[in-house]
């Protein structure tokens, strides 16, 4: 079903595509560490101009067919690369996440890349694992998405 699934850069005319996937109350509980608002157009633009000004960031469109279906991002997290991913909920078990995080990886030529994922969202934590990350440790944060402090993994995906 990821066949067709391709990886390119982020355009302006899949920003609005982006915005309408974070709508979804339940990706946003899913993901937990979400924007503070997602409903805020005005912080998601500004978001995104600093996500693709820096040239640090890989930011990365995910397209199956012709249609937007998510995105993929690393970006430097604490003097190390860490990455992340949004997914349409509608497009939700069907291979998507783990075929655009695989392809971004490779693309990535550092290692280790580093992830985190709310402990009980077990789908992340499968796509990850997929990828080849393993669990190394433990961290608690504020979730914008739940509006409270929730425990997660933080995972790695070591070098050769």
């Known amino acids: 079903m990821t066949a067709e699934l391709?990886?390119?850069?982020?355009?302006?005319d899949d920003l609005p595509h982006f915005f309408a996937h974070e709508q979804d109350?339940?990706?946003?509980?899913?993901a937990a560490f979400g924007p503070?608002?997602?409903?805020?157009?005005?912080r998601f633009d500004a978001h995104w101009r600093r996500v693709r000004a820096d040239e640090r960031n890989v930011p990365?469109?995910?397209?199956?067919?012709?249609e937007v279906v998510?995105?993929?991002?690393?970006?430097?997290?604490?003097?190390?690369?860490?990455?992340?991913?949004?997914?349409?909920?509608?497009?939700w078990g069907r291979g998507h996440a783990t075929a655009a995080?695989?392809?971004?990886l490779r693309e990535l030529p550092?290692?280790?890349?580093?992830?985190?994922?709310?402990?009980?969202?077990r789908a992340s934590l499968a796509v990850l694992r997929k990828c080849g990350f393993v669990v190394i440790g433990e961290d608690r944060g504020y979730a914008n998405g739940r509006?409270?402090?929730?425990?997660e993994w933080v995972l790695e995906l070591a070098g050769d």
């Open 110 to 121: 550092q290692r280790p890349v580093h992830a985190r994922a709310a402990k009980d969202n």
């Open 70 to 91: 998510g995105h993929v991002v690393a970006f430097p997290a604490d003097g190390r690369t860490e990455v992340s991913y949004w997914i349409d909920p509608r497009r």
């Open 25 to 30: 109350v339940e990706a946003n509980w899913m």
């Open 60 to 66: 990365r469109t995910v397209v199956v067919g012709d």
């Open 101 to 104: 995080l695989a392809a971004l």
């Open 147 to 151: 509006g409270t402090e929730v425990e």
């Open 6 to 12: 391709r990886l390119r850069p982020v355009r302006d």
């Open 36 to 42: 503070e608002d997602p409903a805020d157009r005005e």
